[in-house]
C-alpha cells in the first residue's frame, strides 16, 4: 500500500546558535514540514519562540521545499494568530482549551490564508471536533504532555489515533476532503511504524532528530530521517 506520510522535525531540538543552517539541513535530509513550537509560560510551563523566529527561517524554509508548522501552546490564541500569519506559518494548529471561541479561531486562522488545526492533549477528548470539521485542515494527537521535548511516547495515544482516522475516513468519504492527522511528542525510528498502523500521515519528531551527532557534517539527519522513511515503507 502506498501512503503519503510526512515527516516534521520539532526545532524545539534544535541547536538555536546555528537554527538556519539546523532548518536547512534537516530539510535537506527529506523531511516535509518545520515543526515551530510556540510555548507561553502560562497555558504550557515552558517559554520558547515566537513570529520573530519564525519570519528569520520563513524563506529558507519555503525555499528548501518545507511549509511551516506551528503548534500554539499559548493562551489565549486569537491575538497571536495573526502575527504567524504574517510571520510565514502555512499551518497554525492551537489547542480547544486554550480558545474561548473555537470556532472563531479556526475561522481566523482561514482567513488569513493558512492551513488550520487542532490540537489534543492526551486527555482531551476528540469530541472539539464534533461541529468544526469543516473548518480543521489538521488533527494534531499529543503523545505527551505539552511543554517540552525528549518525553516518552504515552502509548494510548495509538487508541486515540484509531478514533480519530475514523473520523477523518469517514468525513473525507462524505465530503472527499483530506484531513492530515500528526502526532507528536515521543517519535522515534523505532515507534513511528506502529504509529503509522494506528492511522498518523505526520510525525513530529525533536530530539530523535536532532539529538543526534552534532557534527557540522550537513548530511548529519540524513541517517535518522532515513531510518524513520524506511520503517514508514513498510507499513
Ligand atoms: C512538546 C512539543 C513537541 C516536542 C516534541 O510540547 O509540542 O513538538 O518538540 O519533541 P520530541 O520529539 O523530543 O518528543
Ligand atoms: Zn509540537
Known sequence: MSKDFRIAPSILSADFSKLGQEVEDVIKSGTDLVHFDVMDNHY?????????VCD???DLSHKAGALIDVHLMVKPVDRIIPDFAKAGAD????????????????AMVRELGCKSGLVFN??????????????VD???L??????????????????????????????????G???????????NPD??????????????????????PNDADANRYNTVVGKMRDALATV
Open 44 to 52: 504550557v510551563p515552558n517559554l520558547t519562540i515566537g513570529p520573530l
Open 56 to 58: 528569520a527561517i520563513r
Open 91 to 106: 499551518i497554525i494548529t492551537f489547542h480547544p482549551e486554550a480558545s474561548d471561541h473555537v470556532d472563531r479561531s479556526l
Open 122 to 135: 492526551p486527555a482531551t477528548s476528540l469530541s472539539y471536533l464534533d461541529h468544526v470539521m469543516d473548518k
Open 138 to 140: 489538521m488533527i494534531l
Open 142 to 175: 499529543m503523545s505527551v504532555n505539552p511543554g517540552f521535548g525528549g518525553q516518552k511516547f504515552i502509548p494510548e495515544t495509538l487508541e486515540k489515533l484509531k478514533q480519530a482516522r475514523a473520523r477523518i475516513d469517514a468525513y473525507e468519504e462524505k465530503t
Open 177 to 187: 476532503r483530506k484531513i492530515w492527522l500528526e502526532v507528536d511528542g515521543g517519535v
Open 191 to 212: 515507534n513511528i511504524a506502529e504509529i503509522a498502523k494506528a492511522g498518523a500521515d505526520t510525525f513530529v519528531a525533536g530530539s530523535a532528530i536532532f539529538g543526534k
